[in-house]
């Protein structure tokens, strides 16, 4: 919830001026707009922040996602290796360009496996979509490696590890793209958005023709004498998106500090509970820590723990039981009920992906076993009370 947390006058400052010109559009309009390209100005120091060479600002994580499969030219025929816990939008992106996802277990990070992903590889494997949930990387050294070895692209889903990174290297950057989302439950919001990384010139040109109707936005006279190679959409950003982006990016160093030390704070309170331990995060330095895992010996030990956390009024997801983040939950994608009557699942020429709870034992046992506990920017002293009063009670009913 971080950057919600601390929308303000500087987001509003940021927006003010586009009330006075009047153009919200990101694109065109040389004369009226007054010199002032929010979009632009934000994908410039968004790319500086992450070390990143180009960046492109977009509607949303889930059209950055579907944009940078097509830039990657992924498509029908096929196959990009996920991991079981994910947002859907993940499995949603990759069958929104014609694509089979294919599912792969986790490790101790709760992100992917680099080692289970040989064990999905086939003749059709083009892509792997790493995820970098709840704030904390995968181990991306590994991933990298497993992905140069095989051919495969790699794509980062890091819609909710803005601002984490693996020593020193933001994550984000490490695959050929990366994706951000900036809806309202992420690092930083713009109500609705997305960015896409990526050091490729070639990609960065896909992406941003894709993305705006095949447009080169080379001319300088006017949008209408654009011209274009290749058929795109609309997924465009908006000017007062820009905007409050760059507002919120100036906030983003002050939520992770926020973040790292209340986290810091409840780990050093649930650390002495016998048996309890934390997720394991490739460097812990780099953990942007939106989130505070750990898990307990066994699924029955985790859920009497929530259950005494939650009489004392302090929340925790299991995420084996959550609805939209774990694959074997979504009973509409195992039934494959798409809005369309034909999509990949019902493409002959694909191989039938088994989406079982037998094919993913790591993420059925440790999810089943894990809680996770969502990180403020703001935590008073009182909050912190309660959590250290509500951990001293629960550690006596295991
Ligand atoms: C939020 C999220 C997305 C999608 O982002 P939106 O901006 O909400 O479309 C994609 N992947 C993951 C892992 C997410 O958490």
């Not at 209408?224 to 919120?248: H, P």
């Not at 002050?254 to 810091?264: E, I, T």
Request: aromatic share 8%; proline share 4%; charged share 25%.
């Amino acid at each position: 919830m971080a950057g919600a947390e601390l929308i303000g006058k500087e987001e509003l400052k940021e927006i003010e001026v586009l009330f006075e010109t009047g153009i919200f559009a990101r694109y065109s309009l040389d004369k009226e707009r007054q010199g002032i390209w929010k979009v632009r100005d934000f994908e410039k120091v968004f790319a500086k922040y992450f070390g990143s060479q180009y960046a492109l600002g977009v509607s949303s994580g889930s059209s950055a996602l579907k944009i940078a499969l097509t830039a990657l030219d992924v498509g029908p025929g096929d196959e990009v290796i996920c991991p079981a816990f994910t947002f859907m939008a993940t499995y949603e992106a990759v069958l929104e360009v014609g694509a089979m996802p294919v599912m792969a277990d986790i490790d101790d990070t709760l992100n992917l496996d680099p080692d289970d992903i040989p064990n999905k590889i086939t003749p059709r494997t083009k892509a792997i979509i790493p995820v970098h949930m709840c704030g904390a990387p995968a181990r991306m050294d590994k991933i990298m490696r497993v992905a140069k070895k095989h051919k495969l692209l790699v794509l980062e889903d890091n819609a909710q590890a803005c601002g984490a990174s693996i020593k020193g290297k933001m994550t984000g950057t490490f695959g050929q793209m990366g994706i951000f989302s900036f809806d309202h439950y992420k690092t930083i919001t713009t109500g609705e958005g997305g960015m896409i990384l990526t050091d490729d010139l070639d990609l960065y040109h896909r992406a941003e023709w894709y993305h705006d109707h095949g447009h080169d936005h080379l001319s300088t006279v006017s949008r209408a004498l654009d011209g274009r190679t290749i058929l795109g959409f609309n997924y465009r950003m908006n000017e007062i998106q820009g905007g409050i982006g760059l507002a919120q990016l100036r906030k983003l160093n002050r939520v992770l500090a926020a973040q790292r030390k209340n986290k810091a704070a409840i780990e050093a309170i649930l650390a002495p509970i016998p048996g309890l331990k934390f997720r394991a995060v490739p460097d812990p330095n780099g953990d942007s820590a939106t989130h505070l895992a750990f898990n307990l010996p066994t699924a029955e030990q985790a859920k009497t723990f929530q259950k005494a956390l939650k009489a004392e009024g302090i929340d925790t997801v299991c995420f084996k039981d959550n609805f939209w983040h774990y694959v074997p939950n979504w009973e509409h994608f195992l039934s494959k009920s798409t809005a369309q009557t034909k999509s990949p699942f019902t493409d002959r020429r694909n191989r039938k992906a088994t989406y079982s709870r037998k094919a993913i034992p790591r993420a059925e046992d440790l999810l089943g076993r894990t809680l996770i506990m969502g990180i403020s920017v703001k935590m008073p002293a009182a909050r912190m009370k309660a959590i250290r009063k509500a951990a001293a009670n629960a550690a006596k009913v295991l």
